[in-house]
């Protein structure tokens, strides 16, 4: 090796240590910003925050977190369970061919929701496309599962059980113009009583069965009596009921 390589060869250490930290420094104030995008918005009044790269699309979440949760609590419900909303580009362990807006993580304690440009692609129905409204009454839709869920009496309640109190949040908390048009998709009069409300109904059409579900709840002698009732083991005990 000539002195002229061994110089050369001297400095490349000290040029690559250099070219590494710079690419370090980069890297971490890239990391930096990605983080502050991404960070977490906690949803006023509520134990639940949303986490999501739009910070737009998190406070409009939000929106549907406290819709959700203001319902729940007129009910009669404890709506104090802690809950983190993570806003996604694809939901984590869902089984392959499944259709679904969100789901929770039992493993991490974690809410995930599609965030709205995915939703879009998920149409409710044919001429029902997801836009911001109804994305926020998805996020409804979830809070009520969770809220639900530290609310039930009985230790394994039923699918219906839980997809009654979630579809009748989601309904309950949408505007009133587009649950109007979300109604007139899915038109009926609502279920006519427990022995209807099964799981057939609600594998065959879950927004149908969501539409029938929130019909019945407002029905007069219904309402938070009925929803007490399933919270207790009471009504819904059984997935398809005799």
Sequence with gaps: MTPESRARNTGNPIRAAAAAGATALAFALAWSQAALADESLRCAGTSVSVRGVDRAEAESACQGVVAAVKFLASLGLDTSAAAEIRLVEALPEIQQGARAYGCKVKADHRIYVLNLSECRKLPLAADVPVDAAVHRSLVAHEV??????????????????????????????????????LLARFPGDGFESTREIGMAVYLLDPNRFGAQAYRHFTRPGNGASFVEQVLSGRALATEDPP
Aim: aromatic share 10%.
């Design 144 to 181: 009520g599962h969770h809220i639900a869920a530290a609310n039930f009496k009985v230790t394994r309640p039923t699918v219906v059980a839980h997809e009654y109190i979630a579809y009748v949040t989601m309904f309950a908390t949408l505007e009133p113009s587009a649950r109007e048009r």
